[in-house]
């Protein structure tokens, strides 16, 4: 059974770097049919969409953070990773990795849904 | 941006069958999945392809989607149902959430 775990620090100070890991297990992350993603819960807040990566390195990353966001992975580790540049109070939030299906059609392959999720970690900006 | 919009929060009682709506521009053109959140847990996908259903979860849950509107629908739904339900779908490689919605099972 594919599992996801998360790790890193938990309290990031402000115009920091915040770094997170994300381990999978039971399963390889070299496949050809899944990316492999970050999604973000601020506290009693909806999801939101951070960015995902493929084992080649092809990445998608959300508009709204690309400019702050680099996401890359470890095929040797089986592990992907997060860094999100500059954070502020606003950057506080439950970390999810998660791994990103693919579906086929007309001789393509999509985006498709996250599934399975790890357990999420939380992440406290402050100083 | 891209938006997806859902009602804040839906009742249902036990045994009732529970809709929770999720719409945005053109969805009909793109595959929403849906997610549940217990407190305190991580989401667990229950929809995708707008009416597929992962291994594992109850046939209680299916979706559909028409127009520019797709739907949750919870039959028979029982008190472990209580959660928030997310719905999620692609625009331009950018996954897009709804803001979620409470189902509250009285």
């Known amino acids: 059974q594919l599992q996801l775990q998360e790790s890193g620090p938990g309290l990031v100070k402000p115009s920091e770097t915040l770094s997170l890991t994300c381990t999978v297990s039971?399963?390889?992350?070299?496949?050809?049919?899944?990316?492999w993603g970050w999604i973000r819960q601020p506290p009693g807040k909806g999801l939101e969409w951070i960015g995902s990566?493929?084992?080649?390195?092809?990445?998608y990353y959300n508009p709204s953070l690309k400019s702050r966001v680099a996401i890359s992975v470890d095929t040797s580790k089986n592990q992907f990773s997060l860094k999100l540049s500059s954070v502020t109070a606003a950057d506080t939030a439950v970390y999810y990795c998660?791994?990103?299906?693919?579906?086929?059609?007309?001789?393509?392959?999509?985006?498709?849904?996250?599934?399975?999720w790890g357990q999420g970690t939380l992440v406290t900006v402050s100083s | 941006s891209y938006e997806l919009t859902q009602p804040p929060s839906v009742s249902v009682s036990p045994g009732q069958t529970a809709s929770i709506t999720c719409s945005g521009d053109?969805?009909?053109?793109?595959?929403v999945s849906w997610y549940q959140q217990r407190p305190g847990q991580s989401p667990v996908l229950v929809i995708y392809?707008?009416?597929k259903r992962p291994s594992g979860i109850p046939e209680r849950f299916s979706g559909s989607s028409s127009g520019n509107t797709a739907t949750l629908t919870i039959s028979g739904t029982q008190a472990m149902d209580e959660a928030d339900y997310y719905c999620?779908?692609?625009?331009?490689?950018?996954?897009?959430f709804g803001g979620g919605t409470k189902l509250t099972v009285l």
């Open positions: 998660a791994r990103l299906g693919l579906y086929y059609y007309d001789s393509s392959y999509y985006l498709n849904c996250f599934d399975p």
């Open positions: 039971g399963g390889s992350i070299s496949s050809n049919t899944y990316y």
């Open positions: 990566i493929h084992y080649s390195g092809s990445t």
């Open positions: 053109e969805l009909g053109d793109k595959y």
């Open positions: 392809q707008d009416t």
């Open positions: 999620q779908a692609w625009d331009s490689n950018t996954a897009v």
